[in-house]
T-cell receptor, first 114, second 115 residues
Framework: AQSVAQPEDQVNVAEGNPLTVKCTYS??????LFWYVQYPNRGLQFLLK??????LVKGSYGFEAEFNKSQTSFHLKKPSALVSDSALYFC????????????FGSGTRLQVQP | NAGVTQTPKFRVLKTGQSMTLLCAQD?????MYWYRQDPGMGLRLIHY???????AKGEVPDGYNVSRLKKQNFLLGLESAAPSQTSVYFC??????????????FGEGSRLTVL
């Protein structure tokens, strides 16, 4: 079985400061890893993904994520937060084999204060 | 540029009533999914389909049925609604081949309340 843990329900950060949203995963074999963002009353939007190769992946809106195989983590980062980044963020995982559907974490609400 | 469209967007049901949520995608995706979103629990997979005429159970399939008679449509049915099925339902689709990574495209959600 595959699973995702997002240990923080909410992350608060001041505008202009760096942000990190944490994610750890469990999956058999190598993982496909994703981050999605959800704005109020909207569906989820894709931010970035890790498939293979470079452990640091860059995505939309200046976000990046670092894959750490030994720690089974895939933390989302941004060097300088914007108020408009305030939203609900979901980490998701899928294995190379098995059920071809993503398993999502419980989500982390990011609040960026002006 | 419709993408994934869900209807209806809002619905209130009484316990025991039935209803169907419709998901339509215009991207020619093979894979389609139904998730439910509940506070503090993230998204949980109800059922999914890997192609026209095929469906499979996800993590929380009980109380739901699905059908994929046409490639572009994926229907989610509740035969006898229960208050525990009050949730926001999301449909998603993806184009998955051996060289693709299965990024999901989501609809805007359908908010269902069962009284």
């Amino acid at each position: 079985a595959q699973s995702v843990a997002q240990p923080e329900d909410q992350v608060n950060v001041a505008e202009g400061n760096p942000l990190t949203v944490k994610c750890t995963y469990s999956v058999s074999g190598n993982p496909y890893l994703f981050w999605y963002v959800q704005y109020p009353n909207r569906g989820l939007q894709f931010l970035l993904k890790y498939i293979t190769g470079d452990n640091l992946v860059k995505g939309s809106y200046g976000f990046e994520a670092e894959f750490n195989k030994s720690q089974t983590s895939f933390h989302l980062k941004k060097p300088s937060a914007l108020v408009s980044d305030s939203a609900l963020y979901f980490c998701a995982v899928r294995g190379y084999t098995g059920r071809r559907a993503l398993t999502f974490g419980s989500g982390t609400r990011l609040q960026v204060q002006p | 540029n419709a993408g994934v469209t869900q209807t209806p967007k809002f619905r209130v049901l009484k316990t025991g009533q039935s209803m169907t949520l419709l998901c339509a995608q215009d991207m020619n995706h093979e894979y389609m999914y139904w998730y439910r979103q509940d506070p503090g629990m993230g998204l949980r997979l109800i059922h999914y389909s890997v192609g026209e005429g095929t469906t499979a159970k996800g993590e929380v399939p009980d109380g739901y049925n699905v059908s994929r008679l046409k490639k572009q449509n994926f229907l989610l049915g509740l035969e006898s609604a229960a208050p525990s099925q009050t949730s926001v339902y999301f449909c998603a689709s993806s184009y998955l081949t051996s060289g693709n990574t299965g990024e999901l495209f989501f609809g805007e959600g359908s908010r269902l309340t069962v009284l």
